[in-house]
């Protein structure tokens, strides 16, 4: 999949792009560590939205501090992304948990390393292609590799969800690379956080095919992300 992302769109082979990227894909690796860590507490109404703002901030603060100046409209946009993430990700309260510093820290980690792979993907430039997304991957491989025993994981992967594990990793590639070809021509700080809108997809697809009731919050959620993309484009 890798490949074909480079054959498609080809880029400049550097240190630049391999640094940028490794250092990306590390960070993304870290953040779904701490972010399984943060949902195996049963907090998840608390640790899914807390990561995904903080997903979002932290590119946008990133790319401001970097000296991006989007106009006015388009940084409405995106803090109207960053209320929408919020509230979409609202979901059933996490009853019996006892929410302490522990799994805020945990959200607040793992939707940083997050923010992390965003923007540091992009600061190859445009010139380096899909080559930071290749390297983000090949040094992201080993060193979950060298991580996964000590965290109590495992290679084995039950067949009847094999299927699922093969599509997941397709389409988050997928999605990564569609990223970086945006933010090659666009500013980390207004596309880091429509990017990071990812939630109200989910939220979509429970009401399609599950026929799961939307909360008043959620529906607000959902009209503000379509108004962060209108916004965004401007």
Known sequence: MIALFLLVVPGRFGVSAVLWGGIAGVAGLFGIVFLYRGLSTGAMSIVAPTTAVTAAVVPLVGGLVLGERPGVVPLVGAACAILAIGLVSTGSPSHGVRVGPRIIALALTSGT???????????????????????????????????????????????????????????????NGLYLIAVQHGQISVLAPIAALYPASTVLLALVLHKERLKPLQVIGLGLAGAALVLAAS
């Open 113 to 175: 390393l997050f923010g992390v792979f965003f923007l540091f993907l992009a600061q190859a430039g445009s010139g380096a292609g899909m080559w930071p997304l290749a390297a983000a991957r090949l040094i992201a491989v080993p060193v979950g590799l060298l991580v996964l025993r000590p965290l109590g994981g495992s290679l084995r992967i039950p067949r009847r969800i094999l299927p699922m594990t093969i599509t997941a990793g397709v389409l988050d590639l997928s999605a």
